[in-house]
């Protein structure tokens, strides 16, 4: 079946480091692959997606590759900020159907 | 424009007691999705619909929740008997749906909380 698998939180790191939120993810066909984000106190919206293999998405300073050969999605940052303080969820959208599917979600913390 | 609409934002019942949540999604978006949303952890597809048919309802518990989206635009999710571990977020989403979805972006409303006591 579909399914999304990403790293356990919290994560918690210093202002300008750098970040890298795992996710892996199984599925038939050919599916996209998002990031989205929850603030808190907000609803979920999307941070940045991927259509097809080799395909960046990037965002606000995020980056994440669409790795087919190892089925990955792994959410980047260089330099995070207290502001980028949120759950992150990783999704895929099935091929055909159009159906979402979220990972669990990591929450991250950034301290000044 | 404006976003994907709920209401109530928060709900407090006792268990097997019922209750139903409203959504109104951004206009001319043909697929609306219903999520659970339990404490920490990812959202969970209850029931999909593309204009007014369901498309997935695999997961939904049919023996207590229902959901309808009557003329293919705002939809009813209802509970009826609550049980306690149905306290949860319920989340609707909207998109383009199959026809014209070319960013794939799915938008969500604010959520309706539900504490079964």
């Known amino acids: 079946g579909n399914s999304v698998t990403q790293m356990e939180g919290p994560v918690t790191l210093s202002e300008e480091a750098f970040l890298t939120i795992n996710c892996t993810y199984t599925?038939?066909?050919?599916?996209?692959l998002f990031w989205y984000v929850q603030y808190p106190g907000e609803g979920l919206q999307l941070l940045l997606k991927?259509?097809?293999?080799?395909d960046k998405g990037s965002n606000k300073g995020f980056e994440a590759t669409y790795r087919k050969e190892t089925t990955s999605f792994h959410l980047e940052k260089g330099s995070v900020q207290v502001s980028d303080s949120a759950v992150y969820f990783c999704?895929?959208?099935?091929?055909?159907?159009?159906?979402?599917?979220f990972g669990t979600g990591t929450r991250l913390k950034v301290l000044a | 424009e404006a976003g994907v609409a709920q209401s109530p934002r928060y709900k407090i019942i006792e268990k097997r007691q019922s209750v139903a949540f409203w959504c109104n999604p951004i206009s001319g978006h043909a697929t609306l999705y219903w999520y659970q949303q339990i404490l920490g952890q990812g959202p969970k597809l209850l029931i999909q619909?593309?204009?007014?048919?369901?498309?997935?309802d695999s997961q939904l518990p049919k023996d207590r929740f229902s959901a309808e989206r009557l003329k293919g635009v705002d939809s009813t999710l209802k509970i009826q008997p609550a049980k306690l571990e149905d306290s949860a977020v319920y989340l609707c989403?909207?998109?383009?749906?199959?026809?014209?979805?070319?960013?794939?972006?799915?938008?969500f409303g604010e959520g309706s909380r539900l504490t079964v006591l």
């Open positions: 999704a895929l959208r099935t091929s055909g159907t159009y159906k979402y599917i």
């Open positions: 599925a038939t066909g050919y599916p996209s």
């Open positions: 619909f593309q204009n007014n048919g369901v498309v997935d």
């Open positions: 991927a259509t097809k293999a080799d």
């Open positions: 989403a909207s998109s383009l749906g199959w026809a014209s979805d070319g960013t794939g972006e799915l938008f």
